[in-house]
């Protein structure tokens, strides 16, 4: 089982502690009490989509023999107008970069990221429309 703590710090400062002995600052905006000392909670949903599948597509790409030097996610995310102001809509965009990388493998990668392995992606995918594209950049 996965756990979790989260403890008010002040104002609207708190402190995330993981299971797996790791913590971050989250806070919110001053216009609402925080004192922006921190990502967003739902930053961190896009932070943690990008980090799983990023996990996932460079292991992936690492077993084909991919000589890749590095890989960028940027991920945007749109969220509704009213409360509970949820994400509706995420964009996921990778940027690959490396010799000689085929892009067959990275298209691979992805699908396989997207579809069968990212549990940060299946949890969301019910809530928000998600959206990816990669590209590649030859070094």
């Not at 919110?28 to 990023?54: F, H, M, Q, W, Y």
């Not at 509704?80 to 990778?94: D, G, H, S, V």
């Amino acid at each position: 089982m996965l756990k979790a703590k989260v403890t008010l710090v002040k104002e609207m400062q708190f402190v995330g502690d993981s299971g797996s002995g790791h913590a971050i600052v989250m806070d919110s905006d001053p216009s609402v009490g925080g004192k922006n000392t921190g990502p967003r909670p739902v930053e961190l949903l896009l932070i943690a989509s990008g980090g799983c599948t990023g996990m996932d597509v460079i292991s992936i790409l690492r077993k084909k023999k991919q000589d890749v030097t590095g890989l960028e996610i940027n991920v945007k995310g749109n969220k509704a107008e009213e409360f509970p102001k949820k994400l509706t809509e995420i964009t996921i965009e990778y940027i690959v970069k490396g010799r000689n990388i085929s892009e067959e493998a990275v298209k691979r990668a992805v699908e396989l990221s997207m579809n069968k392995y990212c549990s940060v992606k299946a949890t969301l995918e019910g809530s928000a429309k998600i959206h990816y594209s990669y590209k590649i950049i030859n070094e």
